[in-house]
């Protein structure tokens, strides 16, 4: 396989998961207006019963206009390609748009990647969308944790007399879905529903981000 071809398939696989909702969108009990946003389009509840807008196949969701791009194109990292081999289940943030999108592993699987509501972004230390002032760089203004490093035991050392030897070692966590493909880039996807401001309700971060705490 050439390089070429190889993007090309990454490419196709990307775009194949960006224009579906990876997981069954359930609005029961959930107030009506946005439920959740991601790289493959969005959806809102009204009455309890969603409504997916979702992105044709081959392009994705920008979250700034709501308009489905070509990946690559737009602020998003929907076209970037991230692996959950070696992580566990849990959500973590696209570092390179400063956490606005996130993704979500199972069982070391990737179950899709996901937008948090504007003016929001990624809290890993909450799993949760937040407002930015209270993120840690490199998502936000506070300071990053500091991380510290334990040297390892030293080797055991030996200390020979002619009478005595000394040897001293070191010691050192179902309702009805309707279903809407969104304009491509050249129209303006249908933002009714949706909130103009921050603070309501959303589902957990693995599928929307979870409650924006102030």
């Known amino acids: 396989m050439t390089v070429s071809s190889f993007f090309l398939a990454l490419f196709l696989i990307i775009s194949a998961e960006a224009n579906t909702a990876p997981h069954e969108i359930d609005c029961k009990g959930a107030p009506d207006g946005l439920f959740e ?63 606005v999108t996130y993704y979500r592993c199972q069982g070391q699987l990737l179950l899709g990647r996901f937008y948090c509501p504007s003016p929001t972004a990624f809290n890993e230390d909450l799993g ?9 760089q490199p998502c936000g203004p506070l300071p990053a944790l500091k991380t510290t490093t334990t040297a390892p035991a030293s080797s055991p050392s030996t200390t020979t007399s002619t009478t005595t030897t000394t040897t001293t070692a070191a010691t050192k966590q179902t309702a009805t879905t309707k279903v ?7 129209s303006t996807a249908s933002t009714s529903g949706l909130p103009t401001t921050p603070g309501f309700k959303s589902t957990p971060a693995i599928s929307g981000g979870g409650p924006i705490i102030g």
């Open 37 to 99: 946003i991601g790289c493959w389009g969005y959806a809102n509840c009204v009455k309890e019963v969603p409504e997916i807008h979702a992105c044709p196949s081959g392009t994705v969701l920008e979250r700034h206009n709501l308009k489905c791009i070509v990946p690559g194109t737009g602020q998003t990292d929907c076209f970037a390609p991230v692996t959950c081999v070696g992580k566990g289940d849990a959500s973590y943030p696209d570092y390179g748009d400063k956490c």
């Open 128 to 136: 949760i969308c937040d407002y930015t002032r209270n993120l840690r």
């Open 180 to 186: 809407t493909v969104l304009m491509t880039t050249s």
